[in-house]
C-alpha cells in the first residue's frame, strides 16, 4: 500500500486552498480557458464573444438564426433588448425603437423575411460555432 503524503497538494502542484475547494481531487484538473482565449479561437473579439454567449443562454429562438448566419451579432442583441425592454431605444441614436429593430433585422411586422432594398447593400452574417460558446 502506497503511503499518502502530509502534503498531498504539493504533489499535484496545485495550492491548499485550491485543493480543498476542488473537493481534494487525485490527479492535477485542466486549466480552463479564458473567455480571451475562447474568443480568439473563434475568431471574434471578446466583446462580440460575450455578447453571441448572452444570446445564446437567453434566447435559444435567435442563437438558432444566429448560428445559422441569418442575423450578426449586434442585430441579434439589439433584438433581444428590444424584447426585455420595451422603449429603452426610444428618444436614442435617432428614436431607433423595436420597429426600427426589427427591421433592422430584415423582419417585416409579421415576423416574415423580407427583402432588402436593391440599392442596400447587406454584409453577411458570420456563422457561429454553438459548441465553441458553450465550450
Same mark, same amino acid.
Given at each position: 500500500? /502506497?503511503?499518502?503524503?502530509? #502534503?498531498?497538494?504539493?504533489?499535484?502542484?496545485? @495550492?491548499?486552498? =485550491? %485543493?480543498? !475547494?476542488?473537493?481534494?481531487?487525485?490527479?492535477?484538473?485542466?486549466? /480552463?480557458?479564458?473567455?480571451? #482565449?475562447?474568443?480568439?479561437?473563434?475568431?471574434? @473579439?471578446?466583446? =462580440? %464573444?460575450? !455578447?453571441?454567449?448572452?444570446?445564446?443562454?437567453?434566447?435559444?429562438?435567435?442563437?438558432?438564426?444566429?448560428?445559422?448566419?441569418?442575423?450578426?451579432?449586434?442585430?441579434?442583441?439589439?433584438?433581444?433588448?428590444?424584447?426585455?425592454?420595451?422603449?429603452?431605444?426610444?428618444?436614442?441614436?435617432?428614436?431607433?425603437?423595436?420597429?426600427?429593430?426589427?427591421?433592422?433585422?430584415?423582419?417585416?411586422?409579421?415576423?416574415?423575411?423580407?427583402?432588402?432594398?436593391?440599392?442596400?447593400?447587406?454584409?453577411?452574417?458570420?456563422?457561429?460555432?454553438?459548441?465553441?460558446?458553450?465550450?
Amino acid at each position: 500500500m /502506497r503511503q499518502e503524503t502530509q #502534503q498531498p497538494w504539493l504533489d499535484l502542484g496545485i @495550492s491548499r486552498a =485550491t %485543493y480543498y !475547494r476542488l473537493g481534494k481531487p487525485r490527479t492535477k484538473p485542466k486549466p /480552463r480557458k479564458t473567455q480571451a #482565449q475562447l474568443a480568439a479561437e473563434s475568431d471574434f @473579439s471578446v466583446r =462580440t %464573444y460575450e !455578447r453571441a454567449a448572452r444570446i445564446f443562454r437567453e434566447a435559444p429562438d435567435l442563437a438558432a438564426d444566429l448560428s445559422a448566419g441569418r442575423l450578426r451579432v449586434g442585430t441579434a442583441e439589439r433584438l433581444l433588448i428590444a424584447r426585455q425592454e420595451p422603449g429603452r431605444f426610444d428618444g436614442l441614436l435617432g428614436g431607433i425603437g423595436p420597429r426600427r429593430v426589427v427591421a433592422s433585422a430584415g423582419l417585416g411586422d409579421s415576423g416574415t423575411k423580407r427583402a432588402a432594398a436593391p440599392a442596400q447593400r447587406t454584409r453577411r452574417a458570420k456563422p457561429i460555432d454553438i459548441a465553441a460558446l458553450i465550450g
